[in-house]
Antibody, heavy 121, light 107 residues
Framework: QVQLQESGPGLVKPSETLSLTCSVSGASIRGYFYWAWIRQSPGKGLEWIGSISHDGSTFHNPSLKSRLTISLDTSNNQFSLGLTSVTAADTAVYFC??????????????WGQGTLVTVSS | DILMTQSPSSLSPSVGDRVTITCRASETISSYLNWYQQKPGKAPKLLIYAASSLQSGVPSRFSGSGSGTDFTLTISGLQPEDFATYYCQQSFSSPWTFGQGTKVQIK
């Protein structure tokens, strides 16, 4: 079955760059899906960060767009998140997910377990 | 951004009860509405997509309805494993946005 797993540092210093990777097993990221990042913090609930398609097209949340990079690594069947100039407000559990298109409707049908990232000096 | 508002924020039903959670969008979203269940320390799990389509493997006691701006998630005959937080999410226009959640807790 398809599984997603986030990895990356659990602690990032303010003003530095947060970098996370999502490893996908059981399916090729070159399949006809989008791949998404979502975060969850106590103060803001669930927040969609952005998605990337199998061909590398990206959709970003405008609230983060200037600091955000989402990319594909097809050779390793992974996709990645980069968020620059982080502050304490970026502290959250970060999830990767499959953004599936079903008969014209998008839905986040598979999720990784999530990884806590804390921004602190 | 489309604002999604859920009600109630929490409820405390008993096992076997029929539970209804509502979600309202700040503008029309047709049927581009998904429902998720999240348990503590776990990722959200897709229950319903396209407002009323049951995700594979999800028990039939879960159902969704609505279109436009007003949507409902119904649990017919609450089971012990259904105590969790439920979120709606719109996929009509980017950025996707979520409701603030409804916590279903044991009475």
């Amino acid at each position: 079955q398809v599984q997603l797993q986030e990895s990356g540092p659990g602690l990032v210093k303010p003003s530095e760059t947060l970098s996370l990777t999502c490893s996908v097993s059981g399916a090729s990221i070159r399949g006809y899906f989008y791949w998404a990042w979502i975060r969850q913090s106590p103060g803001k609930g669930l927040e969609w960060i952005g998605s990337i398609s199998h061909d590398g097209s990206t959709f970003h949340n405008p609230s983060l767009k200037s600091r955000l990079t989402i990319s594909l690594d097809t050779s390793n069947n992974q996709f990645s998140l980069g968020l620059t100039s982080v502050t304490a407000a970026d502290t959250a559990v970060y999830f990767c997910a499959r953004d599936r298109l079903t008969n014209g409707w998008y839905n986040l049908d598979l999720w990784g377990q999530g990884t806590l990232v804390t921004v602190s000096s | 951004d489309i604002l999604m508002t859920q009600s109630p924020s929490s409820l405390s039903p008993s096992v076997g009860d029929r539970v209804t959670i509502t979600c309202r969008a700040s503008e029309t979203i047709s049927s581009y509405l998904n429902w998720y269940q999240q348990k503590p320390g776990k990722a959200p799990k897709l229950l319903i997509y396209a407002a009323s389509s049951l995700q594979s493997g999800v028990p039939s006691r879960f159902s969704g309805s609505g279109s436009g701006t007003d949507f409902t998630l119904t649990i017919s005959g609450l089971q012990p494993e259904d105590f969790a937080t439920y979120y709606c999410q719109q996929s009509f226009s980017s950025p996707w946005t979520f409701g603030q959640g409804t916590k279903v807790q044991i009475k």
